[in-house]
T-cell receptor
Framework: QQPVQSPQAVILREGEDAVINCSSS?????VHWYRQKHGEAPVFLMI?????EQKGHEKISASFNEKKQQSSLYLTASQLSYSGTYFC???????????FGKGTTLSVSS | DGGITQSPKYLFRKEGQNVTLSCEQN?????MYWYRQDPGQGLRLIYY???????QKGDIAEGYSVSREKKESFPLTVTSAQKNPTAFYLC????????????FGPGTRLTVT
């Protein structure tokens, strides 16, 4: 079952903050975040694992509430380059395939 | 350069024809995936393969078929049984079952009329 992302879209000015949420009806093993810029392939941002481990490439933070089966992605002091569609992907067991949400579109303007 | 190649970028077919989308990777990755992307629907998993000669159905496998005869190749066939085949198709790969990051190809946009 697809995780639910909210909001569907966010419009920001440079320097503003945003939070993107991802929730699942099933117990989660991990939550993965990807960003897709218009016309490009999705790119991995970070993973949050059950137990608190977090791994990522960029200076974007996230949280993972295992009890609530939710994750939030925090985009602070947004830059123009943050624009794109953010997807969360979840799995409930190590090694299984991810199920992605429908995405949250972030638009940052100057 | 290592990466994932999908060809062609745009593909046009007549209704009733089968069509095969190519996905090749030179990353030496064990796992490969096919996703379908429609506006507002996110990435929906069609098929995935964690090892050569083995693959599993995803959420929307009906009307699609795959093969994994070589580690570097994972072609997707869209059959005439797929009722709404027009979409953007993305292929991805991952190093192995213990790794996390999926690397995506540039995608193929299929239009069936």
């Amino acid at each position: 079952q697809q995780p639910v992302q909210s909001p569907q879209a966010v419009i920001l000015r440079e320097g503003e903050d945003a939070v993107i949420n991802c929730s699942s009806s099933k117990a989660l093993y991990s939550v993965h975040w990807y960003r897709q810029k218009h016309g490009e392939a999705p790119v991995f941002l970070m993973i949050l694992l059950k137990g608190g481990e977090q791994k990522g490439h960029e200076k974007i933070s996230a949280s993972f509430n295992e009890k609530k089966q939710q994750s939030s992605l925090y985009l602070t002091a947004s830059q123009l380059s943050y624009s794109g569609t953010y997807f969360c992907g979840t799995d409930n067991q190590a090694g299984t395939a991810l199920i992605f949400g429908k995405g949250t579109t972030l638009s940052v303007s100057s | 350069d290592g990466g994932i190649t999908q060809s062609p970028k745009y593909l046009f077919r007549k209704e009733g024809q089968n069509v095969t989308l190519s996905c090749e990777q030179n990353l030496n990755h064990d796992a490969m995936y096919w996703y379908r992307q429609d506006p507002g629907q996110g990435l929906r998993l069609i098929y995935y393969s964690q090892i050569v000669n083995d693959f599993q159905k995803g959420d929307i496998a009906e009307g699609y078929s795959v093969s994994r005869e070589k580690k570097e190749s994972f072609p997707l066939t869209v059959t005439s049984a797929q009722k709404n085949p027009t979409a953007f198709y993305l292929c991805a790969s991952k190093a192995d079952s213990s790794s996390y990051e999926q690397y995506f190809g540039p995608g193929t946009r299929l239009t069936v009329t």
